[in-house]
């Protein structure tokens, strides 16, 4: 019996020094590590409340949580974490695609068949999601549940979930006549809220966004539906009770944001910057690829700046007829930083065989994971880590010549004793810099960097064959 009782002990032990051991080599996350998100207000850029900046490189996938099955959205977050991808972009009630590219359906069915929303009279009810006991993320019985599973396994990555409660280009605003209903009002919004944010309000990898794709003056007013939204998530979330103007800690509980259009200058700053919920701006550029500079640089120049993001530019392949290649991607990417923007977000549309839109992801999407420029972002995290980009300061005179416009205007920044020079393509401009040390040119293509060639001239031009480059020049210290 002792002997017994003694190996029992000993199994025991051993067991529990095998649990330690695994919780050692657990993942560590960066809310974890570094604390929530935060950003403050005259500062550029994103970070954890421990000080360690956040470096937001997004991808759309709008409708995940209707299109994709469980083993979908795994391949899909896989995929899109290799490439250096950390925000994922979704939309909780999107409006599926059922006959073509532009016809949605309020109140969608997901893969496995279930609604988000309960319906009076065959109309959506805001009032009352639909939710069945019973279910789980593995085992859904409800639409909730499988958001659950799309929630938890970007969190079990590392990664972040941009979240838009709905498309409010379609479901407030209602501006796709024929496709829009008005589902979410004053009457019934500030519930929906409520029960996200009861549901998610505590997940430490959730970011809110308000908006979907759209003005909030489009067609009337509907500002106050969308702060009434930020009033629920913070009730529902908090147990807390502010109006959308009145300043307080509880706001800090939850990281919001508004997604607007396509219209470059109209962003959520125009209708929201100084509304104590946003606590960072995005803009939208859609297909205007010439208007990413001023677009962020309208941000940072107002009254009390706030971080702002681009959050949707031209998807890489054919959006609406529009072609953006690989360069194109790397084009708005760099800019965005370079100008001074806290994050930037990928997304993908069709193939020439009318396969996608990846941002559904829909109809063949897959093989759309790998299209060029996706696998080149990797290569920009990598730029933007080395080269500490949350240091980085504009300095537009330093270019003298050859700066260009619009998507191919070249933009120079200073970081300690570097200069960094983006050059959206291989025509010559001329530099106004002195005492330089050491020249080298970096690849945005390839990832790779070679010496640059010759003495230090003022008129320069990247190395034959490339299409862009970043030109990195050590000053001498005086």
């Known amino acids: 019996m002792k002997l017994f009782t003694f190996l029992v002990v000993i199994i025991f032990l051993f067991a529990g020094c095998q649990s330690v051991k695994t919780n050692n080599n657990a993942p560590s996350y960066p809310w974890e590590e570094h604390g929530k998100l935060n950003a403050q207000v005259g500062s550029r850029i994103i970070q954890h409340d421990d000080g360690t900046p956040f470096l937001w490189l997004g991808c759309t996938a709008w409708g995940m949580t209707e299109w994709l099955s469980r083993e979908e959205v795994d391949l899909y977050l896989d995929d899109r974490k290799s490439k250096g991808m950390n925000v994922v972009q979704l939309c909780f009630f999107w409006g599926k695609r059922v006959d073509n590219p532009t016809k949605f359906t309020a109140n969608a069915p997901n893969f496995y068949g279930f609604k988000p929303l309960a319906e009076n009279n065959g109309f959506p009810d805001a009032k009352q999601s639909a939710v069945a006991e019973g279910g789980s993320p593995e085992n859904p019985n409800d639409y909730w549940d499988h958001v659950d599973y799309c929630l938890k396994t970007i969190k079990e990555r590392g990664m972040y979930a941009a979240v838009l409660p709905f498309w409010g280009r379609r479901y407030v605003n209602a501006t796709h006549d024929g496709q829009s209903q008005h589902v979410f009002t004053m009457e019934n919004i500030f519930e929906y809220g409520q029960f996200l944010g009861k549901r998610y309000g505590n997940e430490p990898h959730i970011i809110w966004v308000s908006g979907g794709d759209v003005r909030a003056d489009h067609r009337g007013d509907y500002l106050p539906q969308y702060r009434l939204l930020a009033e629920g998530l913070l009730e529902g979330a908090t147990g807390e009770k502010l109006k959308w103007d009145q300043p307080g800690e509880a706001w800090d509980k939850l990281f919001m944001t508004y997604h607007p259009d396509g219209s470059p200058m109209n962003n959520s700053s125009l209708w929201f910057h100084n509304d104590p919920w946003l606590d960072f701006n995005m803009i939208e550029t859609y297909i205007h690829r010439d208007s990413i500079v001023k677009a962020v640089q309208q941000d940072l120049q107002l009254k009390n700046p706030k971080p702002t993001v681009l959050g949707e530019p031209h998807y890489e392949g054919i959006t609406n007829n529009y072609l953006a ?151 001498k210290t005086i």
């Open 325 to 475: 290649e690989a360069i194109n991607i790397r084009r708005q990417a760099y800019q965005s930083f370079f100008a001074g923007a806290a994050g930037f977000t990928y997304g993908g549309g069709f193939d020439k065989d009318g396969n996608g839109p990846l941002f559904s992801p829909a109809n063949n999407w897959k093989p759309l994971l790998n299209m060029e420029g996706a696998g080149q972002l990797v290569h920009l995290k990598k730029f933007l880590e080395d080269h500490e980009w949350w240091n980085w300061e504009l300095t537009d005179d330093l270019i003298v010549n050859g700066k260009g416009h619009g998507e191919l205007e070249k933009l120079a920044v200073t970081s300690g004793e570097k200069v960094l020079v983006y050059c959206t393509d291989n025509s010559k401009f001329t530099l106004k810099q002195e005492h330089v040390e050491k020249m080298s040119w970096f690849n945005t293509k390839t990832g790779k960097s070679i010496p640059f060639a010759g003495e230090f001239q003022n008129e320069i031009s990247p190395p034959d064959g490339w299409e862009d480059a970043v030109l990195i020049l050590e000053l």
